[in-house]
């Protein structure tokens, strides 16, 4: 293995991986889901992997392991690998084949049993390269599962009923954390290497709006076929451990205990990655203290807790459900509870 491998990872991986898909809404934990996951032995985290295609490669961002993208020697081999390097041709052929069948536009076509001939010989070519380089990357990491925080519900259903062995976990934040972190302004963005960027950001209703859709649209892929298993980011921040063990469990990945040993009641110990694009978290390793991020209670008007708290009603009570379900089959002994 060359100087991208990250200490911890094995080094033997045979036949395909399976892709742990991290599908919901911005700003509801993905990357901290995902870092849990890759840090544990034989799992592999790369970030949001939908981005190289859309900023990483042509800005030649910062990949977690703080290298441009262009110098990191995991992302070289990676390339070399699935494609025998990377290529602007490549890039735009995927930026371009990502238009046509992996855009929310798309979803109701790709949940349909009737597709054109041209959609499905488009799909058919982005499913493979995408399995090209999920194979690429559990070579290069000796990983057996991949962990992509792409997040978009429908590139979970365009690389859906495929070649691939998709497994999602639809990670959901109450509706009001969400909608009052993507109001924030004026946020850096720390990934670009040609110039100061600052993050993506929306009004509230518009947020809450999204936020919406976008559990509608992971419920899709769910009703689809493709095994999903919900994960709350709340309950994530407070017993991490067992939420994971059990969120495992739920995809019939089950570890032993003491690989989870990195999560503990209070904090999570997170090595380096390579993951691409996410939250800027991803920049710092080590051990990460775990709270909940509740600046809405305080900050947000009144009303618009209200309205909001509406809106989120049906999934807070689904939640509520699964967790409680959850509650009893604890991963972890007592002390995690």
Sequence with gaps: MDDGQIEGEVSVMTGAPTVVFIA?????????????????????????????????????ELCGCGEP????????????????????EL??????????????????HLLSPYQRQAFRDSLGTYRDRYGELY?????????????????????????SRSRLDLRVVHVVRDVRGVAWSMNKRDLE???????????????????????VV????????????????LLSYEELATRARSVIGQTLDQLELTVPEDELRHLGPHEADLGASHGLSGNPSRFTAGVTPLRLDEEWREKM????????????????????WTNAARRPVEHMGAEWK
């Design 24 to 60: 919901g809404s911005g700003r509801s934990g993905s990357t901290l889901v995902e870092r849990m996951l890759g840090a544990i032995p034989g799992f592999v985290n790369v970030g949001e992997l939908i981005d190289i295609f859309r900023r990483v490669y042509a800005g030649d």
């Design 214 to 229: 976008c559990q509608s649209e992971v419920d899709a892929v769910r009703l689809s076929g493709t095994p999903t298993v």
């Design 301 to 320: 008007p009144r009303v618009s807790q209200s309205v909001l708290a509406v809106i989120g009603t049906p999934q807070r009570v689904r939640m509520t």
């Design 69 to 88: 993208f262009s110098q990191c020697p995991f992302w070289c081999e990676v390339g070399d690998r699935a494609f025998g390097g990377w290529s602007s």
């Design 135 to 159: 194979q690429a990357i559990a070579l290069t990491a000796g990983a057996r599962v991949v962990v992509d925080a792409s997040k978009w519900p429908s590139q979970a259903l365009a690389l």
């Design 189 to 211: 963005r720390p990934h670009a290497t040609g110039g100061r960027e600052v993050m993506f950001h929306q009004g509230i209703a518009v947020a809450a709006g999204r936020w």
């Design 91 to 108: 890039v735009a052929e995927m930026a371009e084949l990502q238009s046509q069948v992996a855009r929310q536009r798309h979803i109701p």
